[in-house]
């Protein structure tokens, strides 16, 4: 059964890789206007502003295809 579970996630996982990169480079002005509103000092916003300029493709690097066996690796610690 696990290994059935694992099969559609990893489908499941490269079927959505486009969309969860387009998701997090939307959600780049949603985040920096939340994380203002925390109540931080301004320098820690600023400096959390200034990361976003690398976050998008750091992010990309970490969701694409061929690391569906990382996923499942990941998924099967935590459940099993």
């Not at 290994?3 to 996630?9: L, P």
């Not at 998701?23 to 002005?29: G, I, S, V």
């Not at 320098?43 to 970490?62: E, G, H, I, L």
Request: zero cysteines; hydrophobic letters at 35%.
């Amino acid at each position: 059964m696990a290994e059935a579970m694992i099969s559609k996630g990893k489908s499941k996982y490269r079927r959505k890789i486009p969309s969860m990169q387009s998701n997090y480079k939307d959600a780049e002005d949603r985040a920096k206007d939340h994380y203002a509103k925390v109540g931080f000092k301004s320098a820690r916003v600023d400096a959390y502003k200034t990361a976003w300029t690398d976050m998008p493709s750091n992010y990309v690097a970490k969701v694409k295809p061929g690391l569906e066996d990382k996923w499942a690796d990941n998924w099967k610690a935590k459940m099993f």
